[in-house]
C-alpha cells in the first residue's frame, strides 16, 4: 500500500509526465507572448523537453529559464529574421498573382510557402538550443539540415501545424500539445544531432 503513494510508482508517473508537459507549454506560451521571443522560447521549450523528459536528468523548470537566458540575444534575432521571411512568403505571392481569379493560386502558393518555412523554423530552434552559432551561420545550417533531411522537416511541420491548430482550436489540450509537439520532435532531430556532435 505504501508503494501506491510513492511518486515514482506507475501509477503516479503518467500524471507528473503529463504535468511536465502542462508546464513546460504553459511556460513556452508565456514566454512567447512579447512574439520577438518566440526563438528564444522554442529553443528553451526544446532543450527542456531532451534533458527532462527524454533524458530526465534535470527538473523542467531550472533548465527552461537556463536556456531562456542563454538564447535570448540569437533568439531575439532569428525571430526577427524568420518574421521577416515569413512576412515575404506572405506577400510575395500577391506580387505574381493580381488578378481575383487567381486567388485559388494565391492560396497555395501562400500554403506551400508557409509549409517550407515551418520545415526551416522545425530545425531552427532546436539548433539553436544545441549548438552555439552566430545567427548567419545558425540560419544557414538550419537550412541545409532542413533541405537535407525534407522528409523529417516536412513531418516536423505536419506535427508542429497539428499542434498549432489544436492549441488555437481547442482550449484543453492547449496546455501540453507544444511539449508533446517537442517531444515527438526530439525523436527525428536527435539521432542527426548526434551524427554531428560525433564528428
Not at 508537459?21 to 522554442?42: D, E, F, K
Not at 523542467?60 to 521577416?84: H, M, N, W
Not at 539553436?128 to 545558425?138: D, V
Request: hydrophobic letters at 55%; aromatic letters at 16%.
Amino acid at each position: 500500500m505504501r508503494n501506491l503513494f510513492n511518486p515514482e510508482s506507475f501509477v503516479w508517473k503518467p500524471f507528473g509526465f503529463i504535468g511536465d508537459l502542462a508546464v513546460l507549454s504553459l511556460l513556452w506560451l508565456v514566454c512567447s507572448i512579447p512574439v520577438v521571443t518566440l526563438g528564444a522560447a522554442s529553443a528553451a521549450l526544446y532543450d527542456a523537453v531532451v534533458h527532462t523528459l527524454r533524458r530526465k536528468d534535470e527538473m523542467p523548470i531550472p533548465r527552461f529559464f537556463s536556456t531562456l537566458k542563454r538564447d535570448l540575444k540569437q533568439g531575439i534575432i532569428t525571430t526577427l529574421a524568420a518574421l521577416a521571411v515569413g512576412a515575404a512568403f506572405f506577400f510575395a505571392p500577391r506580387l505574381f498573382f493580381r488578378e481575383p481569379e487567381n486567388w485559388r493560386v494565391l492560396l497555395a502558393a501562400r500554403c506551400f510557402l508557409g509549409f517550407f518555412l515551418l520545415c526551416f523554423l522545425s530545425w531552427l530552434w532546436p539548433v539553436l538550443s544545441r549548438f552555439a552559432m552566430e545567427p548567419g551561420p545558425l540560419l544557414g545550417a538550419s537550412l541545409r539540415l532542413a533541405l537535407g533531411h525534407i522528409l523529417k522537416s516536412a513531418a516536423m511541420a505536419i506535427l508542429w501545424g497539428a499542434a498549432l491548430y489544436a492549441g488555437l482550436r481547442y482550449a484543453a489540450p492547449f496546455f501540453a500539445c507544444q511539449a508533446l509537439a517537442a517531444l515527438a520532435s526530439t525523436y527525428l532531430i536527435e539521432p542527426v544531432f548526434k551524427s554531428y556532435e560525433s564528428e
